[in-house]
Every structure is written in C-alpha cells, then in structure tokens.
C-alpha cells in the first residue's frame, strides 16, 4: 500500500510494522482495506529490517526492534519521516518506538501512536461511561504480556499501580508467538484463541474484546463465534477491536484535531 500523490487536504499515515515479519505487514494491510476511508486518506506501510526481531514476544524484543528501525530510519533521505501527517507504531506493547519517534518528529512533526494506546482509546469511547456496565480486555499472545500490558494500561490512564481498574478486566494469553498466526496450523491457532477469549468473556460483562496482537489481524470471526457461545444474549453488544484499524481511525482524527485547533 504505497502513498500516492494528494492535495492538501490529504492525510498521509505511515503504519509502521517493526519487526521483520511481511506476512504480518500484509495482514495489517488486508485489515487497513476493510475500512471506509475516505480517499484523502493515504497509507504506507513500512517493515522493519532483517536485523529486527521477527516476531516481538518480550521486553529483550522491544529494545532490540527499536533500535534496529531508528538505525534503519537514518540510512534514509532526509527528512523522509516528515513527509506523512502520522506514524502508527503497529506492535500491541508499550513500544518504545513510540516516544522515540515522537522526540525525532518534534511538535511539528507527524502524530506518532501506538496501536496498543489507540486500542485502550477506542475501547473507553466505545464503553457506556454512566455505570460500570461493561468491560474491555485483551486477548494477546504469551505469558509476558499479561503484566507488561496491564501495567502499561494503568500507566497510560493515570492511574496507580496498585489502585482497581473496574472497567478493565485484564489480559488474556493464548500461548502463542506474535508469528505462530502465520506458521501455526489454524486449528491450533483457534483452539487457543478461543480459550483465552472464553477466559476473558467469563470474567464479567465485557463490551470490548480487543486483539492483542498485529498478527491477530483478520481473526475476528473465531472471537466472535466465542462471543456467540458464552453470551447467548443476541441483545448484548460486544465490539473486537483490531488496534492496527483502531490506529488507522484515531491517527486521522488526530490529524483532522490538529489541523482545526492549532
């Protein structure tokens, strides 16, 4: 998916895969397709070199795959990064890349997020906000990120780390690397899947399911099918979120904000 030429009321957004796996950027590029965009809005996607991590299961991951797109970045032109209005971080973490390429574009530069922040605010608008009524919560890939994106959760909403979250009912893993949904049979990919949803679903009233990984990209009809069995209620409104297509949306709104107040 590569920008094209566009007038200057064009939003161009930069989804930015940093590990090293092009079958993943194709998912996210197959998701990006399944939204109404306007035509102004144009996207490029960019993989991270062979040097970065193929898959990002751990903290050891994050450092390294930032480090190798920052080093990655500087062999191109000058000032390639400031030619698009936005940058979306596409790793469901607390990535690095995120502030790091927030102080290279500077104020002026393109709206950097990250897919897992735009996941958390596209869940909270999504909620009703008059009562505890329902909850959001993450279905991810490994054991490590249970406390990594909990933790992140809280740190990103402000709130302590020992103090209760009511609307956020946790993480669940399902076992699996970010790249086993390219390489792992699909039976086994939806036994799993299924499992850690069905966790999620069972421990309370949830509204939102998010998709706790890039690779997760296209997976909705197995969350869905869980959401069928265990809430049998055809009333209740339950939404799975895909943060690369979260990102998508909440970077042109920010662009379109910035443009209308500054």
């Known amino acids: 998916m590569a920008a094209s030429e566009s007038g200057p009321g064009a939003i161009r957004i930069l989804v930015l895969n940093p590990n090293s796996s092009q079958a993943m950027t194709q998912g996210m590029e197959s998701a990006i397709k399944q939204l109404s965009l306007p035509d102004s809005i144009k996207i490029e996607t960019y993989t991270a070199p062979s040097s970065s991590p193929a898959s990002i299961d751990n903290a050891q991951d994050i450092l390294r795959s ?121 039976e086994q990919v939806s036994q799993k899947l299924r499992d850690a949803t069905k966790r999620l679903l069972l421990s309370g009233p949830v509204g939102c399911v998010v998709m706790g990984c890039a690779g997760m990209a296209g997976l909705e009809a197995i969350i869905r099918s869980v959401i069928d069995e265990v809430y049998q209620d055809k009333t209740r409104k339950v939404y799975i979120i895909d943060g690369v297509k979260a990102g998508t949306m909440q970077l042109e709104q920010i662009v379109r904000s910035r443009r209308a107040f500054e």
């Open 66 to 186: 930032t480090k190798e797109v920052m080093a990655h970045l500087e062999t191109k032109e000058k000032n390639w990064l400031l030619q698009f209005d936005a940058v979306l971080i596409a790793c469901y973490s607390v990535h690095s890349l995120v502030p790091e390429l927030q102080r290279l574009a500077g104020p002026s530069g393109p709206a950097v997020l990250g897919i897992f922040e735009a996941s958390i605010m596209t869940s909270l608008s999504l909620l009703p906000d008059f009562s505890v009524e329902a909850t959001w919560g993450v279905v991810t890939t490994g054991k490590f990120w249970e406390d990594h994106l909990s933790d992140g959760v809280k740190a990103f909403v402000g709130q302590a780390p020992a103090e209760p979250n009511h609307r956020f009912a946790g993480v669940y893993s399902t076992g699996l690397a970010a790249g086993d949904f390219h390489h792992v049979s699909p």
